[in-house]
């Protein structure tokens, strides 16, 4: 059984920087589509981006498009988000999130949560205006 886990999360200024880090626990983590959702405040899940840890394609949400980048090492099964630029409207419960996906990205449509069956318990992420 596939585990995810989260951790980077904190509270930043308008306009600072984290890094999410998203570690899977089993050597499947290859041919997997891997992305960060967040849950804002009193909002749904909506998802940011994502990846395939074959290529390295990728997905972004237009919200962080310029500002948040994912990627991942392979070595570690460990998945990133540098988030850039940051705004109070990021303040959510950001989420890891993957499936088996051995087509790639383009197979799934990448921002949806029902098509991820493996999920982390979220770590916290606090912008101040």
């Known amino acids: 059984q596939v585990q995810l886990m989260e951790s980077g999360g904190g509270s930043v200024e308008a306009g600072g920087s984290l890094r999410l880090s998203c570690t899977a626990s089993?050597?499947?983590?290859?041919?997997?589509?891997m992305a960060w959702f967040r849950r804002p405040p009193e909002k749904e899940r909506e998802g940011v981006a994502a990846?395939?840890?074959?290529?390295?394609?990728?997905y972004y949400d237009d919200s962080v498009k310029g500002r948040f980048t994912i990627s991942q090492d392979n070595a570690k099964n460990t998945v990133y988000l540098q988030m850039d630029s940051l705004k109070p409207e990021d303040t959510a419960i950001y989420y890891c999130?993957?499936?088996?996906?051995?087509?790639?990205?383009?197979?799934?449509?990448?921002?949806?949560?029902?098509?991820?069956?493996?999920w982390g318990q979220g770590t916290q992420v606090t912008v101040s205006s």
């Open positions: 990846i395939y840890t074959v290529d390295d394609s990728s």
């Open positions: 089993a050597d499947s983590y290859r041919t997997k589509c």
């Open positions: 999130a993957a499936v088996y996906c051995p087509y790639g990205l383009g197979t799934i449509n990448a921002g949806r949560e029902d098509e991820y069956n493996l």
